[in-house]
């Protein structure tokens, strides 16, 4: 008979107290979520809240399949390896996530202060479709996009000092936007658990509930890491999803497990 495990009960009554308390108190608990280091809004104890925290209402399937997940392969994973085991791995794929998202997100902010800086020193039509032309602005509204080509138009016909001036404000605020945008979730320690479910039970068969195919583990999780890896590289402007951070709990967990068996700690 199935049962979920004691730190797994544990997990799942915590996020889902945070989950309502972010409800009834928001937007007071906004800054439990991760930001960017150099933000305004950054507070090293994000490093932790932000994956007890999941997206609001109405977007209930964030929380909803996080704890699914947890229940599913995370009672499973410490029936075999013990709590005390499966809580370290649980918050090292959590903070590997962090980390890697945030290295993708220094590599980002990087690139567009490096524009931003290449436009102020040659203010041209050029150097200002560098920036606009690496963002996604299918992801924004009308208003975003016509003002984006009313100053191209702008910057293309011999732009004056308060053109010049009047875009670095834009592409600022829009960076300040990427600095502080917030990051919430127990997905990238999800990941970790579907990582090592893999490798711990490669033969177990799983199904999605829009492919109802079984499909045994040792296939579906790299093929999910695949497209973790496409969407995450391609950044598409209807997807708002932090890929990076599901792959660095995937890649955490990987190399964790892997150190485990080098040193013969009980893993086959």
Known sequence: MFRITDVVRHLLIINVM?????????????ILALRYPLSEEFYPFQLVTHFFMH???PQIFHIF???????????ALESLWGPKRFLFYYFVCAFGAAALHLLSSYMEISQLQDTINAFRDNPNYSTYWAFFNDIPMERFGN?????????????????????????????????????????VGASGAIYGLLLAFGMQFPNAELM?????????????????MVIELFLGVNQYAWDNIAHFAHLGGAITGLFLILFWRKRGAGFK
Do not use: C, H
């Open 65 to 75: 399949f996080n704890m699914f997940a947890l229940v599913m392969f995370g009672s």
């Open 18 to 30: 945070v989950f309502i308390a972010a409800e009834l108190l928001k937007p007071s608990l906004d």
């Open 208 to 224: 999605l509930i829009f492919l109802p195919i079984p499909i045994k583990a040792k296939y579906f999780i790299p093929v999910l």
């Open 55 to 57: 997206a609001p209402l």
């Open 143 to 183: 208003s975003f996009q016509d003002s984006v080509a009313q100053l191209g138009r702008a910057i293309e016909t011999n732009p004056t000092p308060r053109d010049i001036q009047e875009v670095l404000d834009f592409m600022g605020n829009y960076l300040d936007g990427k600095m502080n945008s917030q990051i």
